[in-house]
């Protein structure tokens, strides 16, 4: 698929995979509209693909809210007309343990973010994905929504939500000429997310994948018509036990959280208070 000219939405375009994503986008020619809640990292995301004049807008959108997603689509079509590429990236991750009703709070601000995002603006910008078919849907999970991490139990369950609704919807997609791919990060270093530990470690820092390794296989599944792919590739391997030998996979649960209770997912994480954490506004 060429992206010279192709019309393309990119959430949680800020900062990490969204935005290196949205630079790639550009610079194979593609007219990207890029939206997450900070504006100046918009604008400034903009001017570096080139600006306006490039064919690149922005909108400053929460994506868990429907006005904003609503807003986002009618932007879309009154300056483009199409849309044929989605890339759901908006994203946020809070770690501690499911200890009460703060912890439900956490819930639902979570998975407002990662789930209902990706389900409000696929819902939106659907009749002009379908008007501009053949179009993609690239929604960016995460391993977390394959394999349970201890301590990122709201992270966890908006991306097994977005894993498994993808894996539904992708034939109601089909039928209206709209492709679905679903990306699956691991660890991956990012602003708010350093991963120093693992960096540091001589054998788990093979783990971590790029930003840049995140948005080439994004390109590639849209380029290639691909169902989706996991970064780092290998990472299929860790499914395994669960499937395989879940006394094993529980084992495994048990001493990951003895060790590293902090870790979570690809989207940026900042320590607010002690058990919480929350990523910058994408």
């Given at each position: ?8 939405v ?13 630079l ?10 890029v ?16 600006g306006?004049?490039a ?6 959108a ?14 879309v ?12 990236n ?12 703060g912890?439900?709070g ?18 939106e ?17 995460s ?16 991306k ?26 691991g ?11 693992l ?9 971590l994948a ?19 792919r996991v ?20 084992w ?5 959280a ?13 320590r ?9 506004e994408?």
């Amino acid at each position: 698929m060429e992206f010279l000219s192709k019309v393309c939405v990119v959430t949680g375009a800020s900062s990490g995979i969204g935005r290196r994503t949205a630079l790639d986008l550009g610079a194979a020619g593609a007219r990207v509209c890029v939206a997450a809640r900070r504006k100046e990292r918009l604008t400034t995301l903009v001017d570096a693909m080139g600006g306006s004049g490039a064919g690149h807008s922005w909108v400053v959108a929460d994506v868990a809210k429907r006005d904003d997603v609503r807003a986002l689509a009618s932007h879309v079509e009154r300056l483009y007309g199409r849309c044929d590429i989605l890339i759901n990236n908006a994203g946020f991750a809070r770690e501690g343990p499911f200890d009460g009703p703060g912890a439900v709070g956490d819930l639902e601000l979570v998975v407002g973010t990662n789930f209902w995002g990706t389900v409000l603006c696929t819902a939106e910008l659907l009749p002009l994905l379908a008007k501009s078919a053949p179009a993609h849907v690239v929604n960016v999970a995460s391993v977390a929504g394959r394999l349970a991490l201890p301590g990122a139990s709201s992270y966890c369950a908006s991306k097994f939500a977005v894993v498994g609704w993808s894996e539904a919807v992708r034939a109601d997609l089909a039928r209206r000429g709209v492709r679905l791919s679903l990306i699956e990060p691991g660890f991956v270093p990012t602003e708010g997310f350093p991963q120093r530990a693992l960096s540091r470690h001589p054998l788990l820092r093979h783990a971590l994948a790029s930003d840049a390794d995140v948005a080439r296989a994004i390109m590639e599944v849209i380029a290639g018509g691909k169902a989706g792919r996991v970064v780092p590739r290998w990472y299929h391997l860790l499914e395994l036990p669960r499937v395989l030998m879940p006394p094993l996979h529980r084992w495994a649960q048990g001493r990951a959280a003895a060790r590293a209770p902090g870790l979570s997912g690809p989207h940026p994480v900042v320590r607010l208070a002690p058990g919480r954490a929350r990523g910058p506004e994408s």
